[in-house]
């Protein structure tokens, strides 16, 4: 009797997961199969399953040095992007959570007001920024920005995680002659690594869907990254609709592959978050 009651409680819970999950899996699934046709059939049949699976779509984009290089820009970027961000927010809110200074609070209050700067309202002033510095046309041009965005959701995440950091265990290692940097190093680093890990997965798939900053900053197609790409091959194939979609679902395989493996810190490190606090 119980057990039915928890299913009835359960299961507009269920109903709502099932409908996020079909909204969320039906697109994909939708431009996978489209990717297999030809736009005449797709014009024809267009939801049902391919006549004849024309592999043509996917094999060409896959063979294009261009599409390699767009990859590629995008790894580089995203990976540079998280390093800064994470090892830059890790030092801040080690500060925020371990150190009492006037005006800590107030500061760390700043820093999360950047949560409400929407990047649009400083479009113009960058992009005049960046010109000054000769920082167009350079990876460093997107990636600092977009670094400098993403500290204060990283700071806010690692400062509560280092804080609940046992003071005890400080002291332990006062005694032993460990300073604040050899503490920070070798004893807070090691026990956040879920922390870390999540805030490393979420700048990874930030920088990668980042869409509107590379396109500011890149001209030469040499540094367009995925994104950019999509826009521009879309642009290029507008006729041809099977192919645009064959190369969404190309451009959406690494940020879902990435997603999936990383899927466990990301949820665990949120949870333990959560759990702490």
């Known amino acids: 009797m119980n057990g039915s009651r928890k299913t009835v409680r359960t299961l507009p819970l269920h109903l709502v997961l099932v409908v996020v999950g079909a909204l969320m899996v039906v697109p994909l699934l939708y431009a996978l199969l489209s990717g297999f046709k030809t736009t005449s059939e797709l014009s024809r049949n267009p939801v049902g399953l391919p006549e004849s699976w024309i592999t043509s779509n996917y094999t060409g984009i896959l063979g294009s040095g261009a599409f390699w290089r767009l990859v590629g820009n995008s790894t580089l970027i995203a990976v540079a992007t998280t390093v800064l961000v994470v090892a830059v927010s890790a030092l801040a809110a080690f500060s925020f959570a371990r150190f009492a200074f ?3 609070e107030v500061l760390f209050t700043v820093f999360t007001m950047g949560l409400m700067f929407p990047f649009a309202v400083a479009a113009l002033p960058l992009f005049l920024l960046l010109r000054s510095m ?7 041009g997107v990636i600092l920005p977009q670094a400098a965005f993403g500290l204060p959701m990283t700071i806010i995440i690692l400062r509560g ?3 609940e950091i046992p003071g005890e265990l400080e ?3 006062t005694l032993d002659g460990c300073g604040p940097f050899a503490f920070f190093w070798r004893i807070l680093l090691p ?13 990874v798939v930030t920088s990668w869907n980042n869409f509107f900053l590379p396109l500011l900053v890149f001209t030469d197609p040499k540094w367009w990254t995925i994104p950019v790409g999509v826009q521009q091959f879309q642009g290029q194939y507008a006729t041809d609709t099977a192919r645009v979609f064959a190369y969404l679902v190309l451009a959406m395989v690494p940020a ?22």
Not at 134 to 140: G, K, Q, S, V, Y
Not at 191 to 203: H, N
Request: aromatic residues 8%.
């Open 102 to 104: 006037r005006g800590r």
């Open 191 to 203: 026990m956040a690594r879920p922390a870390l890990g999540t805030v490393s997965v979420l700048a």
């Open 256 to 277: 879902l592959a990435f997603y999936s493996v990383a899927e466990r810190q990301l949820v665990g490190g949120l949870t333990a978050g959560a759990t702490k606090g």
């Open 171 to 173: 002291e332990a290692a």
């Open 161 to 163: 995680f280092f804080r």
């Open 134 to 140: 000769d920082l167009l046309d350079n990876p460093l």
